[in-house]
């Protein structure tokens, strides 16, 4: 297996990891002594979040001001002021080295975050009316913050930050529909930098206390091995059936979104395995890397430990973590469920098989030999599922736990092997702090979107949202349909430059109530969960979006595929997850609101599964065979069926207490389907032939 994976490793492989390294926080890499100082100040801020997870109690503010001053001397001492070289002045774009400005740039920006907490009592007692030192610090901030951001993400969340704070002041002097009574400098400081309702908001607390573990955990899980071997795990299990290496690559990809939240390192971690070894099955280039894109941009919506917007949706929506994971858990799988099935189809239409079951690496010996990593993994949904502990309490010890198995695991390993256990150890504590060093380098990108998207948060805050609201219905017609439309592509098109946690943030901030407003009035009750999570998911789908997308430029790399049509295909299959969140808007029982019975669940979720099949199948021109024109129609009204029961139920004069009995009808569709098809599937044909012949 390592020699078929290592034939296909080349240059493409190398710019998907230095994609990844880019996206991972991993900018510079200086030499000498100055190596160890980005590491040394990510372990001591993980210090900091785990003392504040266990021991540690201060104020909430002071742990957001000093998780955002952590943020910043990463940033500033990571990240080079430009990437290329310009004016030919190397030290804005040195990568070997950490120069002497950004040195003192990190330090006033520290400094600048941490001033809230410094200065608590006085700040707090002169709330409103800031001094003229409050308001130089406070400006110091958002600038630095907003080059933090870009340096980091790019300049899409800096750009809509500053039109949003240019929008406050000169509102007065807009046309009459866009006309703002706008704020003075004093209010504007005072309430981005000196309270909780600007940067210093919701999105950082969650960032401070409850990502960052999280993110931390996913770090140390995948230094600990466990990426590797869910990605063997998934091969040794679905590697030898048709179109095996795509089925695994789904499975991995599932699993490795347990161990991070970005969808490119997802891509380098699963794909360099998996897809070389679908190349090889016969799957083409273009295909083989849109698989691997579609099954990574969904590792963010994968529970239960899901991206860091899903903690930001249970502050906003007011519920605990664990109803964030009970919403999103049916759309979630149903969606990787169908992309299964996606594979199987391209791999029936191409007539493909799997790999050769003595290429393959046995399931059980493959299961046992990685059993430790599901140890912390279980203690970690023991916590938040059995005991409902908090998520940072849940992940404080997870982490521990995982700390311990690391530490421990070589060592192991070598008094078995007959081999030197001390220096075993040495490692296993290496790995510990290179987890933790990675995990804080994984936060900077998080902290940074959610300290910049708070800027728009307070801004909307100060009065302008009434307004934006009013402009987005307008827009819209009053139409919650027309709606849902406007904020699915708004969301695409802004999360083409922004991370997912940003563009969520964005999203929801400005449309979330309309949606449950708007739908009221027409008659539709829409769940504050549901309309969260729709932003969610399509900010989840811009991550492969074209032209931007750079999830299918890093599949690309590997597969060396064209980006662009890599990209198209990769949102082609992930069509099927862009029709679910339209659906639960409407169809709550989707994501199990007010839905306690287990059995229902179920039914709801086989049914779920089954609709997004069928759309799978129009959407990919296949069933058993080629559909005809006629089928395509069919198979959208099992869609329909299955998603929307309590629509076709109110249509029949059903009562809505028998709404599930709709699903016999879809089933039936489906069935109807079947039986057009199976003379025409490729099976029966070659039967046919043979006894022709």
């Not at 990574?296 to 430990?305: E, L, N, V, W």
């Not at 991206?307 to 919403?327: D, M």
């Not at 490692?427 to 804080?440: H, L, P, S």
């Not at 219905?473 to 946690?501: C, H, K, Q, R």
Request: with cysteine; net charge positive.
């Amino acid at each position: 297996m390592n020699k078929i994976v290592e034939e296909h490793l080349d240059e493409g492989l190398e710019k998907a990891r230095r994609l990844a390294e880019e996206e991972a926080g991993i900018s510079r890499k200086p030499l000498g002594p100055a190596r160890f100082v980005i590491p040394t100040i990510g372990v001591l801020w993980c210090l900091f979040q785990l003392s504040i997870a266990s021991w540690l109690i201060i104020d909430t503010v002071l742990i957001r001001a000093i998780h955002l001053g952590f943020a910043f001397l990463i940033v500033f001492l990571n990240y080079p002021l430009f990437k290329k070289r310009r004016w030919g002045l190397d030290f804005l774009s040195a990568k070997d080295r950490i120069p002497i400005p950004d040195y003192f740039i990190a330090a006033i920006a520290c400094l600048s975050a941490v001033y809230i907490a410094i200065d608590y009592a006085g700040i707090s007692a002169r709330y409103g009316a800031p001094i003229t030192r409050d308001v130089v610090i406070g400006l110091t901030l958002l600038v630095l913050l907003l080059e933090g951001s870009r340096r980091v993400i790019g300049p899409a969340l800096s750009i809509i930050a500053i039109f949003f704070c240019a929008y406050a002041f000169l509102g007065p002097y807009m046309p009459d529909i866009l006309a703002f009574k706008g704020v003075s400098l004093n209010r504007f400081i005072g309430q981005m930098t000196m309270s909780t309702e600007g940067i210093y908001g919701i999105p950082l607390d969650v960032s401070a206390t409850v990502v960052f573990l999280f993110v931390l955990f996913g770090s140390m899980l995948e230094r600990a091995g466990a990426g590797e071997y869910f990605i063997n795990l998934a091969l040794s299990l679905l590697g030898g059936f048709k179109g095996g290496p795509a089925k695994a690559a789904v499975l991995g990809s599932g699993l490795t979104g347990l161990v991070n939240g970005s969808s490119i390192a997802n891509i380098v971690t699963t794909g360099t395995f998996t897809i070389p070894l679908m190349k090889r099955v016969g799957y083409p280039p273009k295909k083989a890397a849109a698989v691997e894109v579609a099954a990574s941009t969904d590792g963010q919506i994968a529970p239960p430990i899901m991206g860091a917007a899903a903690f930001i949706i249970a502050e906003y929506v007011n519920v605990p973590y664990i109803e964030v994971i009970k919403a999103a858990a049916i759309p979630a799988f149903a969606s990787y469920a169908a992309l299964l099935y996606i594979t199987h189809i391209e791999a029936s239409k191409l007539g493909l098989k799997g790999i050769p079951r003595s290429e393959l690496p046995p399931f059980f010996r493959t299961f046992l030999s990685g059993l430790h990593y599901l140890i912390p993994l279980f203690g970690l949904l023991y916590e938040l599922i059995i005991l409902r502990h908090s998520p940072e309490l849940a992940a404080f010890h997870a982490v521990w736990i995982l700390a311990v198995v690391m530490l421990l695991q070589r060592p192991v390993k070598a008094y078995f092997k007959n081999q030197p256990v001390v220096p075993a150890l040495k490692q296993g504590v290496v790995d510990i702090f290179t987890g933790m060093a990675n995990g804080a380098r994984n936060m900077c990108a998080v902290a940074m979107a959610t300290a910049a998207a708070g800027i728009i948060v307070g801004v909307v805050a100060m009065g302008l949202g009434q307004l934006i609201t009013e402009i987005v219905g307008a827009l819209a017609g009053e139409n919650v349909y027309l709606l849902l439309i406007i904020t699915a592509f708004a969301s695409l098109i802004i999360g083409m430059g922004l991370p997912t946690t940003a563009t969520y943030i964005v999203m929801a901030s400005l449309t979330a109530p309309l949606i449950v407003e708007l739908g009221s009035e027409m008659g539709f009750v829409v769940p504050l969960m549901a309309a969260h999570l729709f932003c969610f998911f399509f900010g989840i789908l811009a991550d492969d979006t074209p032209p931007v997308g750079l999830a299918a430029y890093a599949a690309a790399a590997i597969a060396k595929s064209p980006p662009i049509p890599t990209g198209l295909q990769g949102f082609m299959y992930d069509i099927r997850t862009a029709i679910l969140p339209f659906m639960f808007i409407f169809n709550a029982d989707l994501i199990l609101h007010n839905i306690n019975s287990w059995s229902v669940a179920f039914l709801i979720f086989a049914m779920a599964c089954i609709g997004n099949f069928a759309f799978a199948s129009a959407t990919q021109g296949w069933f058993i065979a080629r559909n005809r024109f006629y089928e395509i129609p069919l198979l959208l009204a099992v869609t329909f069926i299955l998603m929307r029961p309590d629509a076709v139920a109110r249509y029949l004069g059903v009562p809505h207490e028998q709404r599930y009995w709709m699903y016999l009808i879809g089933l039936g569709i489906f069935g109807l389907v079947y039986v057009l098809q199976r003379p025409r599937s490729p099976g029966r044909s070659k039967l046919k032939t043979a006894a022709f012949a």
